[in-house]
T-cell receptor, first 112, second 115 residues
Framework: DVKVTQSSRYLVKRTGEKVFLECVQD?????MFWYRQDPGLGLRLIYF???????EKGDIPEGYSVSREKKERFSLILESASTNQTSMYLC???????????FGQGTRLTVV | AQTVTQSQPEMSVQEAETVTLSCTYD???????LFWYKQPPSRQMILVIR??????QNATENRFSVNFQKAAKSFSLKISDSQLGDTAMYFC????????????FGQGTRLTINP
């Protein structure tokens, strides 16, 4: 079974902290994605990566950065967390071509 | 840029009824995939069904089927004989295979199946 694992299910951080959300996949997928999910807004793409050290901005990259040093790991970084970044964060991976995306279990981040 | 729109924020039906969830999308490209994902209360996203744009035949998976209207850019999901376990958020998604392969989602529809 394909597995996408996010490092935390729930996370509480303080305003101004640097926050790291980690995502690891075990299927050698080329593409990895970070989304945030908010009620009424669906899943909005923050960043995605199509290869090691390669990244592209999604629709809402402001306030976020990413790192992909190894193929299996894609990290989302909140440089200075703010309360408006309180949300559910979902990581996904997929192979090139026809492959469906597989998702992690999500991280519910609360910034206080 | 591609966009996906789900115009029904919430729907509710009785168990065993048939329900149709709507999705429209906007793209200028011809080669793409469309998906329906389900997110139950456990939060784990699960693929329900996929449709290749080049195929005219509508995809089916057991009780789930789609009505794909390429010219109208419409991709609805029909759930037949609905079950309590179908209660979930449903997301429509689009991916093109030209240029950057961004996977774009709609706003979601919260479906409740009542006993």
């Amino acid at each position: 079974d394909v597995k996408v694992t996010q490092s935390s299910r729930y996370l509480v951080k303080r305003t101004g902290e640097k926050v790291f959300l980690e995502c690891v996949q075990d299927m050698d997928h080329e593409n990895m994605f970070w989304y945030r999910q908010d009620p009424g807004l669906g899943l909005r793409l923050i960043y995605f990566s199509y290869d090691v050290k390669m990244k592209e901005k999604g629709d809402i990259p402001e306030g976020y950065s990413v790192s992909r040093e190894k193929k299996e790991r894609f990290s989302l970084i909140l440089e200075s967390a703010s309360t408006n970044q309180t949300s559910m964060y979902l990581c996904a991976s997929r192979t090139d071509g026809q492959g469906e995306a597989f998702f992690g279990q999500g991280t519910r981040l609360t910034v206080v | 840029a591609q966009t996906v729109t789900q115009s029904q924020p919430e729907m509710s039906v009785q168990e065993a009824e048939t329900v149709t969830l709507s999705c429209t999308y906007d793209t200028s490209e011809s080669n793409y995939y469309l998906f329906w994902y389900k997110q139950p209360p456990s939060r784990q996203m699960i693929l329900v069904i996929r449709q290749e744009a080049y195929k005219q035949q509508n995809a089916t998976e057991n009780r789930f089927s789609v009505n794909f209207q390429k010219a109208a850019k419409s991709f609805s999901l029909k759930i037949s004989d609905s079950q309590l376990g179908d209660t979930a958020m449903y997301f429509c998604a689009f991916i093109s295979f030209q240029g950057a392969q961004k996977l774009v989602f709609g706003q979601g529809t919260r479906l409740t199946i009542n006993p």
